[in-house]
C-alpha cells in the first residue's frame, strides 16, 4: 500500500498545539462515511463505560450513545486502507488499533468528561491488557450534526465541530507515558440530528498481526 502523508490534508486549529494532535479534513470520502454508517447500522446496541474498578463493561449514565464494533475479521479492503490512514494521521503503525467503533448519538444523548485511558484492572487482563496503555485515540466524522454534538476539551479550551470526512487525533499519554491531562474530553449533546462517528483507539503495542 502506499505511505499516506497526512501532513498533506492537515491543519492544526488554534488549540492542538503539536502534531500528536491533529485535526485533517477530507480524510474520508463521503461514500466512506456512508459505507461505515450502514456497515454498522444494523448492529447498533447501548453504548457501555468501563467500570474502574473491575474492568467490566456497564450501561452508565456517563455514555448513552449506541455502537457497534467491527471486529478485524470483516474488514474488507476499504476499511483496512481507511485504518492505515487514520493511524498514520496519529503517528502509531495500524497493527496497534483495536476493532472500529461506530457510535451513534440521538438528540440527547452524550459521552460526559473522560478519558480514553483503560484503568489497571483491565490492563492487568493477560487478554484485554496485552496491548498496554491506549496512547492515542482518532475520531472520524461520518456526518453533519444539525446541532450540538461537539468534541470538547476543557482543558485546552477547545471545540471540535463535526464536518463530514474530518478525523481529529489526540494523545492520551505524553511522552514518559503518563496519563495527558490535556486529553481530558467529552462528546456533548446532540441537540438536533444525529451525530455518527468512527473510533480507533491505539495502544502502545501490537494487538494484531494485520
Known sequence: MPAVDPGTFTRRPEGLGNRHWQLAEGMLSEDECLAIRLLA??????????????????????????????????????????????????????????????????????????????????????????????????????????????????RRGLRITPVPGAALAFRNLTGDGSIDEDSLHAGLPVLRGEKWIATFWLRQRPLRAF
Open 41 to 154: 447500522a444494523g448492529q447498533l446496541t447501548p453504548s457501555q463505560a468501563i467500570d474502574p474498578a473491575s474492568g467490566a463493561g456497564l450501561r452508565l449514565p456517563i455514555r448513552t450513545s449506541d455502537d457497534a464494533t467491527l471486529d478485524p475479521l470483516i474488514e474488507d479492503l476499504a476499511l483496512v486502507l481507511l485504518r492505515t490512514r487514520l493511524c498514520a494521521l496519529a503517528d502509531t503503525p495500524p497493527e496497534n488499533a483495536e476493532p472500529l467503533v461506530v457510535l451513534r448519538y440521538r438528540p440527547g444523548q452524550e459521552y460526559r468528561l473522560h478519558r480514553d485511558t483503560l484503568p489497571p484492572s483491565l490492563l492487568a487482563d493477560p487478554e484485554q491488557g496485552r496491548g498496554g496503555q491506549r496512547v492515542a485515540t482518532v475520531v472520524a466524522y461520518l456526518n453533519a450534526v444539525t446541532e450540538g454534538g461537539e468534541t470538547a476539551f476543557p
